[in-house]
């Protein structure tokens, strides 16, 4: 039986994606978002309240990186994501995270996620507060690749459960992608 729950923001998986940004004084900043995915073929796309002090700076420098959050560093993650960078200006340090200057965009990349989105604004949205990115780059780095391919038993990346308020590592695979499905031709 199918129970009605309502309206309520409930989709799995829901990334965990930690945002950074440089502010006016070049200082590096750090977030996290769940609402938030790949749009189009070169674009990501972030649902982010205009009260972040990342807003402001994405509106200021044009320009963001996106890192998959991994179960190695769920604690240093939440924390910057319940710490506002708005009352907290050093909340990189106190979580032990290292930002490193992107040579592709005006933006941070933490030295200790394994997999950055380097993107460039291409428009926020305030009616909506969607920011819309263009992907220029991908680092990753090489511990999490399989035969040059990025590998998501090593990548470890975790999924925010908005329900139990939990995190969830991704893991196992049960199927092959335009593969499986064939089966039923």
């Given at each position: 039986?199918?129970?009605?729950?309502?309206?309520?923001?409930?989709?799995?998986?829901?990334p965990v994606?930690?945002?950074?940004?440089?502010?006016?004084?070049?200082?590096?900043?750090?977030?996290?978002?769940?609402?938030?995915?790949?749009?189009?073929?070169?674009?990501?796309?972030?649902?982010l309240?205009?009260?972040?002090?990342?807003?402001?700076?994405?509106?200021?420098?044009k320009?963001?990186?996106?890192?998959v959050?991994?179960?190695?560093?769920?604690?240093?993650?939440d924390?910057?994501?319940?710490?506002?960078?708005?009352?907290?200006?050093?909340?990189?340090?106190?979580a032990?995270?290292?930002?490193?200057?992107?040579?592709?965009?005006?933006?941070?990349?933490?030295?200790?996620?394994?997999?950055?989105?380097?993107?460039?604004?291409?428009?926020?949205?305030d009616?909506?507060?969607?920011?819309?990115?263009?992907?220029?780059?991908?680092?990753v780095?090489?511990?999490?690749?399989?035969?040059?391919?990025?590998?998501?038993?090593?990548?470890?990346?975790?999924?925010?459960?908005?329900?139990?308020?939990?995190?969830?590592?991704?893991?196992?695979?049960?199927?092959?992608?335009?593969?499986?499905?064939?089966?039923?031709?």
């Amino acid at each position: 039986m199918k129970i009605n729950l309502g309206k309520k923001t409930i989709l799995y998986p829901m990334p965990v994606l930690m945002v950074g940004t440089y502010d006016k004084k070049g200082n590096p900043d750090l977030m996290a978002a769940a609402w938030g995915g790949i749009f189009n073929d070169n674009m990501v796309c972030l649902c982010l309240d205009k009260s972040h002090k990342t807003v402001a700076n994405i509106k200021e420098r044009k320009a963001f990186t996106v890192a998959v959050a991994d179960a190695a560093h769920v604690t240093e993650c939440d924390y910057v994501g319940i710490v506002s960078a708005n009352e907290e200006s050093d909340k990189l340090k106190k979580a032990g995270l290292t930002a490193v200057k992107s040579t592709k965009v005006d933006a941070p990349v933490i030295e200790e996620l394994p997999l950055t989105l380097e993107c460039q604004l291409v428009s926020y949205d305030d009616s909506t507060d969607q920011a819309v990115g263009n992907i220029i780059n991908v680092i990753v780095d090489d511990a999490i690749l399989t035969e040059g391919k990025v590998d998501p038993a090593k990548l470890k990346a975790i999924t925010y459960d908005p329900v139990n308020h939990t995190y969830i590592q991704l893991g196992e695979v049960v199927g092959k992608a335009f593969s499986d499905g064939k089966k039923l031709r």
